[in-house]
T-cell receptor, first 114, second 118 residues
Framework: DQQVKQNSPSLSVQEGRISILNCDYT??????FLWYKKYPAEGPTFLIS?????DKNEDGRFTVFLNKSAKHLSLHIVPSQPGDSAVYFC?????????????FGQGTELSVKP | GAVVSQHPSRVICKSGTSVKIECRSL??????MFWYRQFPKQSLMLMAT?????????EQGVEKDKFLINHASLTLSTLTVTSAHPEDSSFYIC??????????????FGDGTRLSIL
């Protein structure tokens, strides 16, 4: 049972344009959501997060939107840069989770073309 | 920012060998660390939650006797793959949370260990 889903395995965007990565979840008890960026053969790097009490969080070029009624979150990157090319994972954590463990989506590979 | 160090980055060894992977939180204390496994083109799958001073909590389907976890201090957790076989070849990644994973603090990840069993 995939509780966190990223339905797009890949996304290609032109440099300077907006990248929108999507993530859906099924468990209404998730209260904290995170986005990580990952390069091959490296560990994930934390990008941005959002609490379930908010619907938007912004940090520089990165903005995360949360739509609780739709159980959907998205990561917007604007403007996109070639260095943003990587695999992006969304993750969720439950309100009464077991010690803080995260549930990850399958990842979306973003390619930003110059 | 928070730094998690994982060592070694790559291991190549013969079948039957036991391999130890270390995960250290360098600038914060982590009461809880997590061990993940990633297969090519797939997501990170949580293997176990490592609790300082107590037994690890394993996810369903993960063999406790195969993957030994020790969390002896607030800055160090180790994963030992015992009697490794080719099917254990994978990318193993650890993570740590600054407040034991509770509260709204992100987990920070090590750079992973590529394990290849011949």
């Amino acid at each position: 049972d995939q509780q966190v889903k990223q339905n797009s395995p890949s996304l290609s965007v032109q440099e300077g344009r907006i990248s929108i990565l999507n993530c859906d979840y099924t468990n209404s008890m998730f209260d904290y959501f995170l986005w990580y960026k990952k390069y091959p053969a490296e560990g994930p790097t934390f990008l941005i997060s959002i609490s379930s009490i908010k619907d938007k969080n912004e940090d520089g070029r990165f903005t995360v939107f949360l739509n609780k009624s739709a159980k959907h979150l998205s990561l917007h990157i604007v403007p996109s840069q070639p260095g943003d090319s990587a695999v992006y994972f969304c993750a969720a954590r439950g309100l009464y989770n077991q010690g803080g463990k995260l549930i990850f989506g399958q990842g979306t590979e973003l390619s930003v073309k110059p | 920012g928070a730094v998690v160090s994982q060592h070694p980055s790559r291991v190549i060894c013969k079948s039957g060998t036991s391999v130890k992977i270390e995960c250290r939180s360098l600038d914060f204390q982590a009461t809880t660390m997590f061990w993940y496994r990633q297969f090519p083109k797939q997501s990170l799958m949580l293997m176990a939650t490592s609790n300082e001073g107590s037994k690890a909590t394993y996810e369903q389907g993960v063999e406790k006797d195969k993957f030994l976890i020790n969390h002896a201090s607030l800055t160090l957790s180790t994963l030992t793959v015992t009697s490794a076989h080719p099917e254990d070849s994978s990318f193993y990644i650890c993570s740590a949370g600054q407040t034991g994973g509770r509260g709204h603090q992100p987990q920070h990840f090590g750079d992973g260990t590529r394990l290849s069993i011949l």
